[in-house]
């Protein structure tokens, strides 16, 4: 298979998935049902959400953390989500797996991602993760009250992110 045979394969499998499933959708071309938007109100693409930005929601993460987020916003296709697995990323970064995995938490905690598996058959399932875009992560973040914002969307409070802390313990004493 030519690798464009490969690529369309894969936009053609990425624009099913959104068909599919539209909460995963987080193109600029598309509108949250999975409806194509008019060319005027395509939004334009930016790596990272410039929402994340503008409300500091950046500054609670660590310098492992951006790395890996920004390396996930180099894999990913033009709906913002990648298949990329954790040995790559180990591989490509010359991270720790444990920190790699630390950093995927804090960041699908903060919504800057989102993980799912998506079923490829009967016996297949790869893992899909998404970068979200600032609506999305907004909302969701305001429901599950890791945020605080006034009436004019602007974020006052961020909840500080704290991993469990029973498992830490439980790791340390099976080493």
Known sequence: MEKIEFQDKMDLQDQTMVN????????????????????????PYYPTSQGFVKQDLISVLTRSDF??????????????????????IVEDLKLS???????????????F???????????????????LRWDTAYKMLLEEGKIQANNENDVYLISPYLPDVKKTRRAKKTK
């Open 97 to 111: 797996k444990h920190t790699i995995k630390n950093s995927l938490r804090k960041l699908e905690y903060y919504h």
């Open 20 to 43: 599919l499933y539209p909460e995963v959708n987080q193109s600029g071309y598309l509108d949250n049902e999975g409806n194509p938007l008019p060319k005027g109100d395509w939004e």
């Open 67 to 88: 790395r890996i987020y920004y390396y996930l916003q180099s894999v990913c296709c033009k709906f913002r989500n990648t298949q990329v697995k954790t040995e790559t």
């Open 113 to 131: 991602i989102n993980r799912r598996l998506y079923s490829m058959g009967p016996k297949t399932k790869r893992r899909i993760t998404t970068l």
